[in-house]
């Protein structure tokens, strides 16, 4: 079946580093999307991997690789506000019939 | 401000009844999706339309049902509501069909809570 696998929770100070990653099964495979949800808040869209490699905006990176079914998002020079639950995304299927299956997120902690 | 309404913020009612929330994309998107997240749960997809045409289904229960008009707004209807029910239910929109990492802008969400 489909499924996608993310840490539960990470923790980390103000200033670092932190990665979480994410590995799919899937039937069809289109690509992985990140969204950052704040509590309380609506999830927004920060990144997109169709093909393997590194795609970097500002402070946050994401990873591909499609041989190993696995991704990630790093976030650099962490701040309070990063704080937040972090959901990669698939769309699972081919054209004719595809569904969008989200993880059970990553609750991420930065601490001062 | 992600430019995608819903209406209402919130929604409380008692097991058994119909309710509606309602969903007006960002101008010019013409896909809409539906997506329903329980406490502490991840996102769970329901249901896309595009340009008025279903174009994608999840696991949308048989009570519930989704249509969107022409001039692009959706509604979900709910119906025979149950505890269970009780969840975030956001609506988001694109501009494309559905294709390969088409950003997807997320509503602020209706939350019901069935008694």
């Known amino acids: 079946g489909q499924s996608l696998e993310q840490p539960s929770e990470v923790t980390a100070v103000e200033g670092a580093i932190v990665q979480i990653n994410c590995t799919y099964q899937?039937?069809?495979?289109?690509?992985l999307s990140w969204y950052q949800q704040h509590d309380g808040g609506a999830p927004t869209f920060l990144s997109y991997?169709?093909?393997?490699g590194l795609e970097e905006t500002g402070r946050f990176s994401s990873f591909l690789s499609r041989s190993d079914s696995y991704g990630y998002l790093l976030l650099q020079e962490l701040q309070m506000k990063d704080s937040a639950s972090y959901f990669c995304?698939?769309?699972?299927?081919?054209?004719?019939?595809?569904?969008?299956?989200f993880g059970t997120g990553t609750r991420l902690k930065v601490l001062a | 401000d992600s430019g995608v309404t819903q209406t209402p913020k919130h929604l409380i009612t008692a097991t058994g009844q119909r309710v509606t929330l309602r969903c007006s994309p960002r101008?010019?998107?013409?896909?809409v999706y539906w997506y329903q997240q329980s406490l502490d749960q991840g996102l769970q997809f329901l249901i896309q339309?595009?340009?008025?045409?279903?174009?994608a289904k999840g696991n949308i229960l048989e009570r519930f049902s989704a249509q969107q008009f022409p001039d692009l707004h959706s509604e979900l209807n709910l119906s025979s509501l149950e505890l269970g029910d009780s969840a975030l239910y956001f609506c988001?929109?694109?501009?494309?069909?559905?294709?390969?990492?088409?950003?997807?802008?997320f509503g602020p969400g209706t939350r019901l809570t069935v008694l």
């Open positions: 988001a929109s694109s501009s494309s069909g559905g294709g390969e990492g088409n950003e997807q802008f």
């Open positions: 101008s010019g998107d013409l896909s």
């Open positions: 995304a698939v769309r699972d299927g081919d054209s004719g019939t595809y569904k969008y299956i």
């Open positions: 339309y595009y340009n008025g045409e279903e174009r």
């Open positions: 899937t039937s069809g495979f289109y690509g």
């Open positions: 991997n169709a093909l393997d």
